[in-house]
């Protein structure tokens, strides 16, 4: 079996890679942000504050689910290049609201974005790639989105240190993954799939589940550390981004 399904680039492997960069850093650049946020908002309790991080997640989860059925439909590449947008318009919509349910909303419609494009960073591999090749850029994806995280927390410490504002134009990075998707990341046409393919995929073992409570468990984990970080740390805003930094390491 061959390493790659097609012939592709080493720019046609940024491309796909830079997709995940930006995934989680949609918690990690606003939780530096938070204790900011409680100051420009003092009426509101903490709370509703840490809400404005993690309102997003709903959504994410239902769009993944939306975003995995719509890749069976039409282009993955063109999903992608859809989240990206707007994920990174809600980003900087967000930098101007004055209100906390303004931003919760925006957030909310963040998750959309993200939602979209979740699926579909793996699924591009996973149509471009196989064998040895497919699990050593499935393992890049991975070290992708945790790098991005971690400098999503060290961009996201220094930009709440002038105002929580900055941390939301950060979002507009969103845009440069999009262009680099647009150019780099070949076609993705739609992959009609075989009822036999279709009954396979419908049988799921029981060790799957145990995977999606223990990854479920995790991603609680990453959510409730760094709000509570973000409200009880000790010393300036510098030492609570090395504490989120120590996080991805």
């Known amino acids: 079996m061959g390493e790659q399904k097609r012939s592709l680039t080493m720019g046609n492997t940024i491309g796909i890679l830079a997709i995940s960069l930006m995934m989680y850093a949609s918690g990690s650049l606003i939780a ?25 997640y709903l959504t994410v989860l239902i769009f993944s689910l ?3 059925k719509l890749g069976d439909l039409v282009s993955k590449k063109m999903l992608v290049v859809a989240g990206l947008a707007v994920y990174g318009a ?10 906390v349910t303004g931003l919760m909303i925006t957030r909310i419609l963040m998750g959309c974005g993200v939602g979209l494009v979740l699926p579909q960073s793996t699924a591009i591999i996973m149509m471009f790639y196989e064998g040895r090749a497919k699990d050593r850029n499935l393992g890049f994806a991975s070290g992708t989105s945790n790098f991005g995280s971690m400098l999503g927390s060290i961009i996201g410490g220094s930009l709440a240190a002038v105002s929580w504002r900055y941390n939301f134009y950060a ?32 049988k799921l073992p029981g060790k799957f589940f145990i995977l999606i409570i223990g990854m479920f468990l995790i991603q609680v984990y990453s959510l409730v550390t760094p709000t509570n970080m973000a409200k009880f740390y000790l010393g300036n805003r510098s030492d609570l981004r090395r504490c989120l930094e120590s996080l991805w390491l």
């Open 171 to 202: 979002f507009a990075f969103a845009f440069v993954i999009m262009v680099l998707v647009l150019i780099l990341v070949p076609a993705t046409p739609v992959q009609k799939k075989s009822k036999e393919s279709k009954k396979e995929e419908d």
């Open 90 to 99: 809600m980003g900087l919509l967000g930098a101007s609201m004055n209100s």
């Open 66 to 68: 939306i975003s995995g």
């Open 32 to 56: 530096p942000a938070l204790n900011a946020l409680q100051e420009a908002f003092p009426d509101t309790p903490y709370g509703t504050i840490r809400m404005i991080m993690s309102s997003m």
